[in-house]
């Protein structure tokens, strides 16, 4: 008995095993902290729609709450849909490290409202402020982690109506959040689209097809 417990909990291990992929958030995060100050030049995208944007103290919540959203999505899609679960750590931190590289040659800001009041929604837009300098906006790494869950699911075979409307509603909330509490503007969305749409394109559709075509030829030279 005592040994079949014992294979009955590496095989939960086992299976379990992949999520300590999940390890790498913390890694880039302490990464992230490198690029989280200003450089030589810094410029600035913001737009008319940004300035007619209001500052809504109420969305700090979708905003603060963003990397426990993602662990969930991806810990969903762990259990639901393992190869989402894949793409969506390899795509994470290639779009990562992307905008890492983008912070070091264009760095961006966004100019951000005096927060006043002693409520709740204040201290935490104040939180929040202090603990995330004004820099490294272009892209939003808020906007293309959420949008990557909306990307993920769009192509996976566990989706229902249940789930997109989840899944789409919060991500959209919090890419809408970041623009206002301020923290991002319209360019830096776009960008953030854009930046998981062309991973997207090179890691699942260009590359699989590359290395097909490749083994295919290997195998007719044989």
Known sequence: MPSIRKWLDRDRLTFLAPLLLMLVFPVLGYLYKAFNQPTDQVYSLVTPFDQSTPFLKGFAIPYSIWIVYIYICL????????????RGIVLYTLCALSCYMIYSVFQTTVPRPVVVGDD????????????????NCFPSIHCFSSYLMIRLLSVSPIRN??????????????????LFVKQHVLWDV?????????????????????????????????
């Not at 810990?75 to 894949?86: A, Q, V, W």
């Not at 709740?120 to 820099?135: A, C, G, N, T």
Request: aromatic content about 14%.
């Open 120 to 135: 709740v929604l204040s201290h935490l837009m104040r939180y929040i402020y202090k603990r995330d300098q004004p820099f």
């Open 161 to 178: 109506k249940v789930n997109r409307a989840l899944i789409y509603g919060m991500s959209s909330t919090i890419i809408a959040s970041t």
């Open 75 to 86: 810990i969903y899609f762990f259990f639901k849909d393992r190869p989402s679960f894949y």
């Open 190 to 222: 776009i960008g953030a689209v854009t930046l998981v749409e062309v991973m997207y394109l090179l890691v699942v559709v260009v590359l699989p097809r590359t290395v097909g075509a490749r083994t295919r030829e290997r195998g007719l030279d044989a």
